[in-house]
């Protein structure tokens, strides 16, 4: 069973300083995996869809990397503004066509 | 307008009640998902659907039906309310080429 683990659970930083999430899997033999951000009392927003054969996506100041082989994605926010804070989820998809989950890395961008 | 719609966007009901959450979207993709979300838990799947009337069980089923009668429109029924059920349940949709997930904006149902 695929798991997924995103360390650390909570994160704070002042505002300009650029973000690094992590996400982590068990399973490598996924087919891709997507980067959600979701708001208080919100819906999930996808950001981010990276293929398992490629390294990187790019979108604005946000850049994904991913590396299948150790089980691993990081998700890079640049120069972070108060408008980032947010919970931001990551989630790996295999043979079938559902998606398993980790728990969130909830990031607060201080003024 | 929102590609997905989930009614109602809060509900309050008492234990026992057969309850309906409804989930519709306008892209026309058949890929459908039910999701709860509970602290500690992250989001866990309940039931999908890849088309109409092909539905299957996900890994937290147990006291939850769905149907797919329409492309649109995914409903998903909790047969006798339990307080266990209380949760935010979101409904997703899947793209055709990558199955990016794309989600409706949530359902808050509380079992008393």
């Known amino acids: 069973k695929q798991e997924v683990t995103q360390i650390p659970a909570a994160l704070s930083v002042p505002e300009g300083e650029n973000l690094v999430l992590n996400c982590s899997f068990t399973?490598?033999?996924?087919?891709?995996l997507q980067w959600f951000r979701q708001d208080p009392g919100k819906g999930l927003t996808s950001l981010l869809l990276i293929q398992s054969s490629q390294r990187e996506q790019t979108s604005g100041r946000l850049n994904a990397s991913l590396d299948k082989s150790s089980g691993r994605s990081t998700l890079y926010i640049a120069a972070s503004q108060p408008g980032d804070s947010a919970t931001y989820l990551c989630?790996?998809?295999?043979?079938?066509?559902?998606?398993?989950f980790g728990a969130g890395t909830t990031v607060t961008v201080r003024a | 307008d929102a590609d997905v719609t989930q009614t109602p966007r809060n509900r309050i009901t008492k234990t026992g009640k057969r309850i309906m959450l409804e989930c519709s979207q306008t892209k026309g993709h058949d890929r459908m998902y039910w999701y709860r979300q509970d602290p500690g838990h992250g989001l866990r799947l309940i039931h999908y659907s890849y088309g109409v009337k092909d539905t299957d069980k996900g890994e937290v089923s147990d006291g939850y039906s769905v149907s797919r009668s329409k492309t649109e429109d995914f409903l998903l029924t909790l047969e006798s309310a339990t307080s266990s059920q209380t949760s935010v349940y979101f409904c997703?949709?899947?793209?055709?080429?990558?199955?990016?997930?794309?989600f409706g904006p949530g359902t808050r149902l509380t079992v008393l």
């Open positions: 997703a949709i899947g793209g055709p080429l990558y199955n990016e997930q794309f």
């Open positions: 399973d490598s033999a996924i087919y891709n």
């Open positions: 989630a790996v998809r295999q043979a079938d066509y559902k998606l398993s």
